[in-house]
Nanobody
Framework: QVQLVESGGGVVQTGGSLRLSCAPS????????MGWYRQAPGQQREFVAA???????NYADSVKGRFSISRDSAKAAVYLEMNGLKSEDTGVYYC??????????????WGRGTQVTVSS
């Protein structure tokens, strides 16, 4: 069983920056697509950003130009650099990662989330 642990959340003022990290608490694994989602209070979880094993990235329109996703495949870790934070970026941020096992379908695991609060 894979357990992903997020860190780096906190309270920041509008326009500030945060860097989120996500890595497995146990053994490193072969990761496929890795990503970040977020959930604001009373809202559904939404896509933020994703990165493939080859380094291709995709972002939600609301964060393009402000957020940057990166990964360290040797650590099965994924990062989210967030700049120019806005109040609407407030929420719980979750990472996910595909575990790739030869001969088996990929399995997606989720972290438990880290709170990001942007105050004005």
């Amino acid at each position: 069983q894979v357990q992903l642990v997020e860190s780096g959340g906190g309270v920041v003022q509008t326009g500030g920056s945060l860097r989120l990290s996500c890595a497995p608490s146990g053994s490193v694994f072969n990761a496929g697509v890795m990503g970040w989602y977020r959930q604001a209070p009373g809202q559904q979880r939404e896509f933020v950003a994703a990165i493939t094993s080859g380094g291709a990235t995709n972002y939600a329109d609301s964060v393009k130009g402000r957020f940057s996703i990166s990964r360290d495949s040797a650590k099965a870790a994924v990062y989210l650099e967030m700049n120019g934070l806005k109040s609407e970026d407030t929420g719980v941020y979750y990472c996910n990662s595909q575990k790739i096992t030869l001969g088996r379908p990929p399995v997606t695991y989720w972290g438990r989330g880290t709170q990001v609060t942007v105050s004005s």
